[in-house]
């Protein structure tokens, strides 16, 4: 092998001697061009694409940042103004890596502000960083609840005036950042207010205004009990009904009739009165006994007369009395019977306490249109209409998941469902558009992605080219002098070569050249041998030496 390559290096030292001066130049500059391009492809495939991994951080938040990646052994970039830059292909991963771990806080600075003891500054700029240690502070205890993810809080504080009259009141802006894209609660949204309000002096919690990520509103300024605050409320309530119902009713019918084959659209009407009725009936035809006293009295008593002469009784004995023929006694029974009855009666009475709150239903009502079927494609493609049964079958179905009552009922519910023809034009449209979008951005990668291989081989095949051109002029370069002498065949048979000058040593049919080439040597060569004087002459050429 290495006597191969100690050959073909010795054959390169022949070509390039026997090159003319623009050859080598031509070479060279081919060869220095295919060795730039093979560089710069190698560079351009190895290269590390950097995409931004956060911004506009503080001195202490890019530490931990930068901590976290050397951790990870990532290649990284700090630039000005806080920024860092990651491989483009692990931006994401490191975002939620760093997320898990609570880096960033951006909480921004705390009362720490006031470690550094500088010494004639203003009273203005002391007053803006007390603004700022309280807006850090209240920041970061409101990124330690469990929902948000990270907190801004912004603080006007009113300069002080002498005339109370005219003295404004402070006012506060929180912008929460909540996980996972949820919705924050009242409970938090009320802590957040007060928890603002309580740290600031005289800030009313009436006075903080709060907004998530997604741009809603949390809190709104408003008194309580008021009728703004409650009407906002009472819509947001309502669209918020609307909006389940409308999503429960679509989703069934997008399982059966497939996607985006049926809009719904569903209006409710609620009550949003509060009533309180007392209610008290009387039944005078049922009554009842409240209470019932009946007194019984039966009284008997026996009493006896007796009769005889007047006085006379007076003086005997008793015995002698009974024993008078004269006297006589007769019985008395008295006997008395009384019944009182004392009833009362209590006339029937229902009282009842009715509070009907607020929300409920009076009315529903909903719209639903179904597309029309179609069968076959292109210009055959015709539409089939619904019979009435699917027709009926699709009505009861929404109304049942809706809870519509039509028949008998005191609501007096609504439902149409009818089959129209959609305008999907505006969809194929925006389908084609990002399909062509689509195509471009591919054949567009692709160019991107040959565009180098590409120069790559081109420059290759271009310093081939030059080097097989190099080598057939080689070839007529190195024609020997004894090729000029001809057999009787046509064939030339060399004994020396020639030094490109015109003297060699040849032989025609065994005799020796003549030492000098004359005219009549060269005419008596072109006529027999015509093709290798031709390369001779190019050779003469290209060598710049004409023979003499």
Request: charged share 20%; hydrophobic share 40%; glycine share 10%.
């Amino acid at each position: 092998m290495n006597q191969g390559l100690s050959q073909l290096g010795r054959q390169l030292q022949e070509i390039w001697k026997q090159l003319g001066l623009n050859q080598r130049i031509s070479l060279a500059l081919t060869a220095g061009v295919v060795l730039v391009g093979l560089l710069g492809l190698g560079y351009w495939s190895s290269r590390v694409d950097y995409s931004l991994l956060y911004g506009r951080l503080d001195e202490s938040e890019a530490a931990k940042v930068i901590a976290a990646l050397d951790d990870a052994k990532v290649p990284y970039q700090a630039r000005s103004g806080g920024s860092i830059f990651v491989p483009g292909d692990k931006v994401h991963q490191l975002r939620m890596q760093l997320a898990g771990k609570g880096i960033p806080r951006g909480e921004g600075v705390g009362f720490e502000i006031f470690d550094k003891q500088n010494f004639g500054i203003s009273d203005f700029v002391q007053r803006a960083n007390y603004t700022r240690a309280i807006q850090g502070e209240l920041a970061r205890t409101i990124g330690q609840l469990d929902q948000i993810d990270s907190a801004r809080v912004m603080i006007v504080l009113p300069e002080n005036r002498l005339l109370l009259d005219n003295q404004k009141k402070p006012t506060a802006s929180v912008f929460v950042r909540v996980k996972g894209n949820g919705q924050l609660p009242v409970s938090a949204v009320n802590s957040i207010r007060f928890l603002v309000a309580n740290s600031v002096e005289g800030l009313q919690a009436n006075n903080v205004s709060i907004v998530d990520n997604q741009g809603n509103v949390l809190s709104e300024n408003q008194e309580n009990d008021s009728i703004a605050g409650l009407s906002g409320n009472q819509l947001s309530a309502r669209r918020n009904f609307e909006q389940y119902l409308t999503k429960k009713a679509e989703g069934m019918l997008d399982k059966v009739l497939g996607a985006g084959q049926a809009v719904v659209r569903v209006s409710a009407d609620i009550n949003w009165d509060t009533l309180t009725r007392y209610e008290e009936k009387f039944d005078p035809e049922n009554q009842v006994v409240r209470s019932s006293v009946i007194n019984d009295e039966n009284t008997e008593s026996a009493t006896s007369t007796t009769s005889g002469a007047p006085g006379v009784s007076s003086n005997t004995s008793p015995d002698a009395t009974n024993a008078s023929p004269t006297a006589s006694t007769s019985p008395i029974n008295n006997r008395t019977k009384k019944k009182i009855a004392n009833n009362q009666y209590e006339i029937n009475r229902t009282v009842s306490s009715i509070m009907q709150s607020a929300g409920g239903l009076k009315r529903l009502s909903a719209a639903v249109f179904v597309a029309q079927k179609f069968e076959g494609a292109g210009a055959t493609r015709k539409a089939i209409p619904r019979t009435p049964e699917e027709m009926l079958k699709l009505r009861r179905i929404v109304q049942t998941a809706l809870g519509i009552q039509e028949v008998d009922s005191l609501r007096k519910d609504e439902i149409a469902l009818e089959e129209m023809p959609f305008n999907d034009q505006p969809v194929v449209e925006l389908a084609q558009q990002m399909e062509k979008q689509e195509t471009r951005q591919y054949w567009f990668d692709l160019a991107q992605r040959m565009a180098f291989p590409a120069l790559g081989l081109g420059l290759v095949a271009l310093f081939w080219r030059s080097l097989k051109k190099a080598r057939q002029e080689d070839l007529s370069l190195g024609i020997p002098m004894g090729e000029f002498s001809m057999n009787g065949n046509g064939n030339g048979h060399s004994n020396g070569h020639g030094n490109g000058n015109g003297h060699g040593q040849f032989t025609k049919e065994g005799g020796s050249a003549p030492a000098v080439m004359t005219v009549d040597v060269l005419n008596q060569l072109i006529r027999e041998n015509p093709a290798n004087m031709t390369h001779a002459v190019r050779s003469w050429l290209v060598r710049g030496k004409p023979a003499k």
